[in-house]
């Protein structure tokens, strides 16, 4: 099994920091020219092995970029000159940037595509019944179709900058990243100069209101840092505030953006607090079961018996797309999580307003959470 | 780096099919006992790995089980005899079954968490209050709450019996998961002797809506088998019927419930087809840009230009968790995807009525979707 090449035969060259595509190097992370352990959309890697291993992808496949460029341009910005921990900045240019390594047959692909899109979202049609909304026929139309901009990124680990950011070694960060998976790409220890990492990991989806042209200005940002409860950010479950928050934050961007600023929701996919669903539905049970029923000083502690930690978000990481956005400063801020708001202000992102999810948003059943989050130093 | 022990310490001896837990023996993913590649919870690992890196989580936790147990029984079902190549059929049940092992610091840990939940759909109040759905007071109630139970499941595969669904060699699956993810878990190749897999990717969560004691009885069951799509069933975006799709899975399953019946909705994490969420949005911006527009006739070929394939799912992988819920026959099948239902059929499953989605729930820009799956044969 010699998946990677070599270490003599390391010849793409990455400079991570370097200014401009061209000097930084391609991320490569197929064939002889790689650069980096893993594969895009690490994620589904497994079922893409399934592909052609059932013969219905020939492993020697390389997408055809053709008419896929972002439909808005974002960068280069000032905020660009900070080292990025979890995300490649020239993601979504490849397919210029690195056209001539293409057409030489190096596997270089896109980490980041930008797509226009509308959304019906069934609150911020209520919320424009009620007269809460105005519609202004750019981001908000009549019919309550909101108009935005998409993006989808993937993780792209820099381990030598994600161990700075965590505050350990990057032997430790790699020994852990191999040992604590029970094996996965022992090249992240046995390669140590290979410098990139896809982890099989979720990403992040950012949706921007109003015109992405005005990111990297002064003109004000809204945002919020949402991360996945698929139970209620898509069923609707009661016993969180999560699709409550994601409303708000949605309603909030439209709102900035409908002043003339932008508004920015950054989507994580890290169910149940990076935990898993298993583990949050076993929370689920023994909150309620605990002797005196399900009260706010066991809601964390509960997880943390069962899971070894309360969290495992580590938010720093979630600050990388603000910064690829040219955010530099939060105008109006969508979120009650100290843990997210600490990590900006150690990105130098800057906060202004905090707004406060109304009272009527927040379903009966989520107090305990909401209480506990209080108790525990939220909004601290 | 010597994550799994060598054969001969292979100390936890499985036998898949084996009809009862203490006969099957527990998976042990982690530790001496290791009889599994991977880890529990894996496509969160490389979270936890950095967890234990900065010191937060002890690399020695054990999950605190207590009062974790699932709020109904499921199974055995005689539909367990068949065997499954996905899920373990016993992972809700490792607390109490494996309770022995656990006591002995064998680290098992369920794969399956059942828990009680309510819903708030909008959709689904907007057909109370339209008269399309009535409350019951059970399965919906007047507030247009849904009481459902939902189960996390964790994907664990077999890896000769998923050779064996995909009809290929347990060899050249090995070999291929090992290659095509860039070298993700050497072991599978490695270690044939072990045959059981945690792979890093999304699980399943299932909504049961009615009495979960009326499966594997001759209660009619509604049905549908959805795919994650985060854009349109989190945000609303309109270029695809997804989030119509599990609006009206969710209203024939309430439906169904009420009339005695049970409601299975089944959501599979398999973002874009699993091909993820960059290469789903490379395709929306290829799509209208082609040279006649978004035609129909374009809509799979623009995604097998970019990714190889139109669609890396495997449904055949989909099936097991109904064949753990004891189904034989689905009476009220709301889908459109024959690449469903030919696997539900291949799994010896048998449809009934095919449900079909009103017009009005399509929104006008999803419609080249629809006619581009009619053209390829769904429906058929």
């Not at 898993?276 to 997880?303: I, Q, W």
């Amino acid at each position: 099994m010699n998946v990677h090449p070599d270490k003599a035969a390391l010849v793409t060259p990455l400079d991570w920091t370097a200014e401009t595509p061209a000097a930084r190097g391609p991320i490569v992370a197929n064939g002889p020219h790689a650069n980096a352990i893993g594969v895009h959309a690490g994620a589904y890697a497994p079922y893409r092995a399934l592909a052609v291993a059932t013969g219905a992808l020939g492993p020697e496949h390389r997408p055809d970029l053709t008419a896929t460029d972002p439909v808005v341009t974002i960068g280069p910005y000032p905020t660009w000159r900070k080292p990025f921990a979890t995300m490649d900045r020239f993601g979504h240019m490849v397919n210029n940037a690195f056209a001539k390594d293409i057409r030489a047959g190096i596997d270089v692909r896109p980490s980041i595509a930008i797509a226009a899109g509308e959304l019906r979202f069934p609150e911020i049609v209520e919320a424009l019944g009620a007269g809460r909304l105005h519609a202004d026929g750019k981001v908000l139309d009549r019919a309550g179709t909101i108009h935005v901009t998409k993006i989808a990124i993937e993780p792209v680990w820099h381990l030598p900058t994600l161990a700075i950011r965590l505050g350990i070694g990057d032997a430790l960060l790699r020994r852990a990243l191999v040992e604590q998976t029970g094996g996965m790409y022992p090249a992240l220890v046995e390669r140590p100069e290979i410098e990139v990492f896809l982890p099989p990991i979720g990403g992040t989806s950012v949706y921007i209101f109003g015109d992405p042209s005005r990111l990297g200005t002064n003109a004000p940002v809204t945002c919020r840092l949402h991360d996945e409860c698929n139970g209620s950010d898509v069923f609707g479950s009661d016993i969180c505030t999560c699709r409550p928050y994601l409303a708000f934050g949605i309603e909030s961007c439209i709102r900035g953006a409908q002043a003339g600023g932008v508004g920015i929701l950054s989507y994580n996919r890290k169910e149940g607090r990076a935990l898993g669903e298993v583990v949050k539905y076993l929370v689920y049970n023994a909150r309620p079961r605990a002797a005196c029923g399900d009260r706010e000083e066991d809601y964390f502690a509960r997880t943390k018996a069962v899971a070894g930690v309360e969290d495992m978000r580590f938010q720093s990481l979630a600050t990388d797309p603000l910064t690829w956005l040219g955010v530099r400063r939060i105008d109006s801020w969508a979120s009650m999580s100290n843990l997210k708001s600490d990590a900006l202000r150690d990105a130098g992102i800057e906060i202004g307003q905090h707004l406060v999810i109304p009272d009527a948003m927040v379903p009966d059943r989520a107090r305990v959470e909401i209480s506990a989050k209080k108790a525990a130093g939220y909004f601290s």
